[in-house]
Structures are given as C-alpha cells and as structure tokens.
C-alpha cells in the first residue's frame, strides 16, 4: 500500500471501527479514537508533500492494481498539480471538523464522528482516481455518509433537505455515468483517463458529452441556475456537515470540470465556453445580490459559497495560466475560508440556537476573542489583501482582464458585492451595543473552540501572506492542461 492509498484508507479503517464497536456510553473514547484518526489521516498526507516533485505535470505516487477484470477496471490513482492540495486541504478540515463536533454532538457520537471520516476518505479518493469508474465510485459514495450526517444530525426540516440534496446530486451523476460508459466503448474497453485524453472525438459526441458531465459537475459546484439545493441543505445540516460540504464537497464538482471535460473534449470546452462564463458571471453578480438579502446567516454564507465557486469556474473557462491557477488557490482558499464561516456560525448557534442575524448584535461586548476571529474570518470572505480570499480572486481578475477588460470589470464586481453583504452581517451580529438578552449571557469561547478556529486562522494569514508553495505545486501542471484545451481532438 502507497502513500496516497493511506491517505484514503486510513480514516475509513477509523471511521469503520467506530461504527462498529462505538457506543454513546464510551462517547468520550469514541471521541478521542475519532481524533486521533483525523490526525493519523492528516499526518500520513504530509510526506505527500515532502515528497512532490515540483516542475513536472507527471502524475506521481500513482499505484495501479487490477479491481474488476471483467470490465478492465482497476484501482489506479495518483497526484499532480491539479489534485495535489485538495488530499491535504480534505485531511485538514476533517480534524477541525472532529474538533468541531467534540461537545456539541451527544447522541450517536460513535456514527457522527465514523461518518466524517469515511467521508474524508472517500474524497480523498476522488481526487486521487485516474479510472473514470474509480472515480464515479468514489464520486457517488461521497453521497451517503453526507446524506446521513443531514439526515440524523439536522434541524428541522433535515429530511427534506436530506432528500434534496441526494437526487439533485444523484440526477445530475446519472448522466455522468452514460457519458464514462460511451468513453469506454469509444476507447475500445478502457476506463483510463489518460486514454480517454487522447481519443479523437468528433464534434457533436464531444458536445453532448461535455454537457453529460456539466450535468453531474456543475449541480456539485453549484453554479446557477442549479444551485438551489445548497441554501436549504446549509441550514438543515449540522455546523460540522456545512463545513465540510462548503469546504471540500463543492470541489469535486470544479475538480471535474478540470479532470475530465477540458483535458478529454477540448473543442467541446473551447465552444461553449462563453456558456460556461456566462453562468459564471451570474453566480458572481445575481447570486452576491441575493446573498445580500438574507436574515439567515447560514443562508448568507451559503449564497456566498456560490458567488465564490463562480469565480472559480470563470477562472477555469477563460482558458489562461492565470485563470486556472487562480482557480484552483480560490478553490482551496473557500475551502478554508467558508469552513471558518460556518464553524463561527456554529459556535453563535450553539449558545443562542438561532441563525436569524436580528437575534444578535454587540456580541464583540461579550465575545471579544471569538469576535476577533470572525472577523478575521469576514474579512478574508470579501477578499481583503493578507488573508487567503485575496490570492484567487485577485488571479482570476487579473486573468480575466487580460482576455478582456469588462470580463474583468464584471468580475471585480464580486469584491464590491463580496464585501457589502459580508460587512452588513458583521455590523449587525457582531458590533453595536448590545440590546438583546441572549448576547448578554453569552461566554467567550472556550479552550477548544479557540483551538479549532486557531487553526483556520493560521491557514487563512499563511495561504494569504506567503501562497508561492500553493502556486508553485500548480503551475506545471495548468500549462500542460492549457496545452491539452488548445489541442483538437476531432477527426481529421
């Protein structure tokens, strides 16, 4: 067993041994076994990096082993460039999430914490497959421990939003599948991406296949106008499943669009792409607007994370170094970012069980360090320089500039909307005096919310401040997939 397979497996055999011998009874063992597995998960990620060989587009720690003969599947995965962070970025957040749930979670502790890890695994496990049937195997099941944590865990109307979530996402994979299977017979019995790259696909197959995988991508994103599953499910899920949904769920979607629509049908991506940065824009624009509306923070943060991803897929389609690469950072950047939004709304839910913003205000007067943090937190949501937020933004901008200049005006736009709803909730929960009796009970936050949000913290200043090992793991990678878009792949 590799590297990158331990970083799989490893919080699944932990996630697995919770369920089966985790009890509420032992709910301080269980929790204690659920962290020292989100560590051992994250730790075994770290030589990945010690051991990434910067320069080259290869793909490296890659293991190949035969999974099902029949059908020519095998267990094949490895890292570039392209996939490299997320491993890291997925192990990361699943330890605070752990952390995260410590008190707050008292009945099923041993499935909550099991859940999240095999979750953590299975995501892993996307970004690592280089076999089209590998990855929609792990691309799927990434389905069931987040239903479940919506549907156990959740508010009122979690079942519903359980229910949502599962076929607006199952829908859209569906069609993914047709388009991996008529891969597979175009490419004479083979789920290997890197043969599927070199296929010579005619015009309209390309076309109804790119739009086979938007389908399935484009939903995960979410990008308009098919993101209105995510504003329910943010509310109804636990703080722990929101964090971990905005953080790293929503980039499989955009990690698909890199993976298999621009390096596999690149006459198809060069066509519509002007579709694609359409959409874009309207996430960016309309979505910030509606966010700016919102009495539910969740809500807020939620509508943010899809004028966010917007950026994210503005940047992939303008098919520019800058563009992707940016990207990519702005993909990890949220994850960071709209993980701590949600957790800092988790630790105000918490004490006051409500989301609405009109039940707070002043609570800088009665949580002076928790206000500090969020409004670290705040600020790197509306992009300020310093702070993770500002890096991608900053990238695609530019990048969209340089291919034309009101693409770039109307993008930038994102940073004026991005800082009006983001400083109006921060006005409104967190300054002021205090005119309500719930904020005036409320304690600062205690030794272990300090720590999990220490950690976001020091993620969000280092990824802002110092982001040349960020880029520098990307950019090979991004040149070569440029060359691959530039590339026709139709018949001659």
């Not at 919770?18 to 076994?33: C, P, T």
């Not at 807020?300 to 994210?312: D, E, R, T």
């Amino acid at each position: 067993m590799g590297l990158l397979s331990l970083a799989i497996w490893t919080p699944i055999f932990f996630g697995i041994v919770l369920l089966a011998f985790g009890k509420d009874e032992h709910a301080i063992s269980v929790r204690w076994l659920a962290l020292i597995g989100a560590v051992v998960g994250f730790l075994v990620t770290l030589p990945l990096y010690g051991g990434f060989e910067l320069g080259t587009s290869a793909m490296q720690f890659v293991e190949k082993m035969p999974w099902i003969d029949r059908f020519n599947i095998h267990y094949h995965i490895g890292l570039d460039g392209l996939s490299f962070w997320f491993v890291l970025l997925t192990a990361f957040i699943t330890v605070v999430v752990v952390i995260a749930g410590w008190e707050v979670i008292t009945e099923r502790v041993n499935q909550y914490m099991g859940a999240f890890l095999i979750l953590s695994g299975l995501m892993i496990g996307v970004f690592s497959a280089l076999d089209g049937m590998l990855f929609y195997v792990f691309f799927e099941a990434t389905l069931i421990p987040m239903y479940l944590i919506i549907g156990i865990w959740g508010g009122p109307n979690k079942i519903y939003a359980a229910f949502k979530f599962f076929l607006y996402t199952l829908l859209g994979s569906l069609l993914m599948l047709v388009a991996l299977i008529y891969l597979y017979i175009t490419s004479g019995g083979s789920f290997d991406l890197q043969t599927w790259q070199q296929l010579p696909l005619a015009a309209q197959p390309q076309t109804l296949l790119f739009f086979a995988f938007f389908a399935a991508f484009a939903v995960k994103v979410p990008m308009w106008p098919v993101h209105t599953w995510l504003p329910d499910v943010h509310v109804e899920a636990p703080t722990g499943g929101s964090a971990v949904l905005a953080a790293i769920m929503l980039k499989l979607g955009a990690y698909g669009f890199l993976r298999f629509s621009m390096p596999i049908l690149p006459d198809a991506t060069r066509e519509w792409a002007w579709l694609m940065i359409a959409l874009s824009l309207i996430a960016v624009i309309y979505v910030g607007l509606v966010a700016m509306v919102q009495q539910d923070m969740k809500k807020l943060v939620a509508y943010s994370s899809v004028a966010h991803m917007g950026f994210v897929t503005l940047g992939f389609f303008i098919f520019n170094d800058l563009g992707i690469a940016g990207g990519i950072v702005q993909m990890i950047a949220h994850g960071f970012v709209s993980g701590a939004m949600f957790l800092c709304i988790g630790v105000l839910y918490d004490r006051v069980h409500s989301r609405e913003i009109s039940s707070y205000g002043g609570v800088v007067n009665t949580m002076p360090k928790f206000a500090a943090f969020a409004m670290l937190f705040a600020m790197a949501n509306c992009g300020l320089p310093g702070t993770a937020g500002f890096v991608g933004e900053w990238m695609v901008i530019l990048a969209a500039i340089q291919v034309n200049f009101w693409l770039g005006v109307a993008s930038a736009t994102a940073l004026i909307f991005g800082a009006a709803y983001t400083l109006w909730m921060v006005k409104r929960v967190y300054l002021g005096p205090v005119v309500n009796d719930d904020v005036k009970k409320l304690t600062d936050i205690n030794s272990r919310e300090f720590l999990m949000l220490s950690l976001l913290a020091i993620a969000v200043l280092v990824m802002g401040i110092y982001p040349k090992p960020f880029t520098d793991v990307i950019d090979t990678s991004v040149a070569d997939l440029i060359k691959q878009v530039a590339l026709s792949k139709l018949p001659q």
